[in-house]
């Protein structure tokens, strides 16, 4: 009998953007580490894999070519896979980069205060329930519908940002704009979590495990990169100890 098939759809934090080695002549934009966490759950538990993960990846690379040569991630749930895995959702309307870029860019003008809370407000977080929370009820019902046999994971994002206060200039994001991040980045993960109740999927949460995690936590505990002296993984994105932890968090959600 063939060994479990497993799919592995999302962005560049299902693809482990900055974690190497990368995947042998997979597609370089994507920046598919073979150390990601899909590679890590398929090796542990025997599973054949077909990972088609891409750096830049939003919820409308499901259905249409990314790039030339990177076609719909939904294609490779032909043939009838038993796990598929996904992670998906931050690059949608490019909420997060975008937010993450502007409260960058006016920290300094007062890194004690919320520069960035008042400059945009209610913005981002109406983005993500208007705009993103649709976009991934329609990514994961469709991954659904093409995978009815399977069992599919949608797994939450973890904590970029502790809960209070941060670590300017490590990351640049003034004090008072952490907790309005952590809100955002709280709202996006509530909407995978909605998309995925909504289509019979699995939601793996990752907010519980990766408290104390972020990039503001010391080298050998955190499991994202930092924005200055980001080493091993794309600065704001997740490390092998990051990618171990999803996929430890995978695993034990598996049926």
């Known amino acids: 009998m063939p060994a479990p098939r497993q799919v592995n759809l999302g962005d560049s934090y299902s693809a482990a953007a900055g974690v190497q080695p990368l995947v042998e002549d997979s597609p370089v934009l994507c920046l598919r580490s073979s150390r990601n966490f899909a590679h890590l759950l ?4 025997g599973y054949r894999l077909d990972d088609v993960s891409c750096s830049g990846a939003d919820t409308t690379d499901f259905f249409t070519a990314q790039y030339a040569g990177v076609p719909a991630q939904l294609d490779a749930l032909a043939g009838g896979p038993d796990v598929v895995t996904v992670m998906i959702g931050g690059n949608d309307s490019a909420v997060y980069t975008t937010a993450i870029r502007a409260c960058s860019d006016v920290a300094a003008t007062d890194p004690g205060g919320s520069p960035c809370r ?5 913005e981002y977080v109406d983005i993500v329930r208007d705009r993103t ?6 990514a994961l019902a469709a991954v659904r519908a093409k995978a009815p046999g399977a069992q599919v994971l949608a797994v939450g994002y973890p904590w970029i940002l502790p809960a209070q206060t941060g670590c300017y200039p490590t990351m640049r994001v ?3 704009d952490v907790p309005y991040l952590r809100e955002l980045q709280a709202v996006l993960n509530r909407s995978v979590q909605r998309a995925a109740e909504q289509a019979g999927v699995t939601y793996v949460d990752m907010s519980g495990v ?3 995690h972020d ?3 010391p080298v050998g505990t955190r499991w994202i990169e930092p924005q200055v002296g980001a080493t091993g993984a794309a600065p704001a994105h997740p490390n092998e100890l990051g990618q171990q932890a999803i996929a430890d968090q ?3 959600a598996l049926r």
């Open 42 to 45: 398929a090796a542990a538990r």
């Open 250 to 252: 995978v695993a034990a």
């Open 133 to 138: 929370y649709p976009a991934l009820a329609r």
């Open 118 to 122: 008042a400059a945009h407000g209610a």
């Open 210 to 212: 990766s408290e104390g």
């Open 215 to 217: 990039a503001c936590a």
């Open 174 to 176: 003034a004090a008072g």
